[in-house]
Each structure stands twice: as structure tokens, then as C-alpha cells.
């Protein structure tokens, strides 16, 4: 199973900046990534084309955009499409990411919807899923998780599934300096793949990532677990230093 090591950069970075981080980034690595695993940066709009540049100082390194409209083109002011994503020289697209879903109303139908449009024109979906607190605290992980797959997957075949990656990010463990237990991340990624099985109706095959107050101090432990095929990260991203310990953890 290839492992993916992903940065999230949110609302950071210009152009400028996020080239500087890259480049330093490939540097740190030695211009490449650690053998068995892929680095990949979800970086702004506006610094998506500076990211693609940058990313060819890194083999094995890829960029993606944060988010996508489920439609070509159209009257859909302030939002991007699949094909401006491409040409911009990205590769990958996080859809489903739970700031979108909790903190601007996504529903799980409209990620689907993103979902299908981003696999058809030929990008690579990272899909996020997670629980809030309260789903938690009320046992409801198992259903959630299964709605979320399900939905966000209906009607996508096999032949989609070397483009799709799963990111469990428990909601409550987000930008909140907690971590889920080591028993918390390996009961969610045994229930992800238990769900991707029974979709796709073959073996595990895609990668499931954990996201959650990822840093340097934590990496290593987490990568241990049984079916954690990588990281997505957040704030310790930011800085190509602690991205890179990350990287090599």
C-alpha cells in the first residue's frame, strides 16, 4: 500500500511564500521522497501554479486544491472548477474536508457530486470523513462513517479507485492540540476499510490516512498503527521543517 503524506495549508501561503516552503522542502528531503511514500500539498487557489512549479524540484511530490465546484464552468462566482484545477499544473483535489462540511454546509450529497466530477475529468480525490464530538459521545461513529463512504462513493466503479484516497479526520481532534487514541484511529481506519471492501466488493487497495493534530512528536506513533496509510496535515505543514520531520517519521 503506497503511503501518502499530505499537507493541508488552509488560508496560508502566497505564491511567493509557498514556493519558498516547497523549495526548501525538496531541499530538506533531498529532493526526494522517502522511499514508499508520496508527498503531497493541498495549497491555495491563487498559489496552486507556484506550488506546481515548485513541486518539480521534489520527485515524488504532487499538489492538489482544497476544494472544487461540482460543475465545468458556469455562474458560480468566487468558485474554481475541475479543469481550472488541472491547468494549473495540480493533480489532486481534497473534497469533503469537515471545515467544509460543518463550518459552510456541505451536505454529503453535493461532496458526492464533487466527488464523481473530479474522478471523470481525471483528478485524484482525497475524500475526507470524521466524526463531531457529540456523533462520538453518542456511539455514532460506525453510522456516520458509513454514510459518509456511501454517499460520497454511489456510482463510483473500481476503475476509480487507484485516484481515491480516504482521510479520517475526527472532528473533534482538528486545531484543538488533541489526538485521538492509538484505539480511536485504528477502530475508525478498521471500519473505513471494512466499508471501501464491501463498496468496491475487492481487498484494501486505498489508501486511509489519519488527519487530526498531526506533528512531528506524534508522526512516527501514528504511522505504526495497523491500516494508517499516512498523514494529513495541518498546522505543522506550514513550516517545511516540521513538515519534513513529518515526512520521515
Not at 493541508?8 to 522542502?25: P, Q, R, V
Request: hydrophobic share 45%; charged share 20%.
Amino acid at each position: 500500500m503506497r503511503r501518502l503524506m499530505a499537507a493541508n495549508w488552509k488560508m496560508y501561503k502566497t505564491s511567493a511564500e509557498a514556493k519558498d516552503t516547497l523549495l526548501l522542502l525538496a531541499e530538506l528531503l533531498g529532493n526526494r521522497s522517502p522511499e514508499g511514500r508520496e508527498v503531497l500539498v493541498f495549497a491555495p487557489f491563487t498559489a496552486l501554479e507556484a506550488s506546481a512549479e515548485a513541486m518539480r524540484a521534489l520527485h515524488g511530490g504532487h499538489v492538489g486544491a482544497q476544494n472544487m465546484y461540482p460543475a465545468m464552468e458556469g455562474a458560480f462566482t468566487g468558485e474554481i472548477s475541475p479543469a481550472m484545477i488541472l491547468a494549473s499544473g495540480a493533480s489532486w483535489v481534497l473534497i469533503g474536508h469537515s471545515e467544509r462540511r460543518h463550518l459552510l454546509g456541505e451536505s454529503d450529497e453535493f461532496i458526492g457530486r464533487k466527488v464523481r466530477l473530479a474522478l471523470q475529468t481525471g483528478l485524484n480525490v482525497m475524500l475526507c470523513v470524521g466524526e463531531t464530538l457529540e456523533e462520538r459521545e453518542q456511539g455514532a461513529l460506525a453510522g456516520v462513517l458509513q454514510r459518509q463512504i456511501s454517499l460520497a462513493l454511489e456510482g463510483i466503479e473500481k476503475e476509480a479507485m487507484p485516484h481515491l484516497a480516504v482521510a479520517y479526520e475526527p472532528v473533534w481532534a482538528i486545531g484543538t492540540g488533541k489526538s485521538a487514541s492509538s484505539a480511536d484511529i485504528e477502530e475508525a481506519h478498521a471500519l473505513l476499510n471494512q466499508l471501501l471492501e464491501k463498496h468496491f466488493e475487492t481487498t484494501r487497495e486505498i489508501p486511509v490516512l489519519y488527519g487530526g493534530s498531526v506533528k512531528p512528536e506524534n508522526a512516527h506513533s501514528i504511522l505504526a498503527l495497523d491500516n494508517v496509510d499516512g498523514v494529513l496535515v495541518g498546522g505543522a505543514s506550514l513550516q517545511a521543517e516540521s513538515f519534513s520531520r513529518i515526512v520521515t517519521a
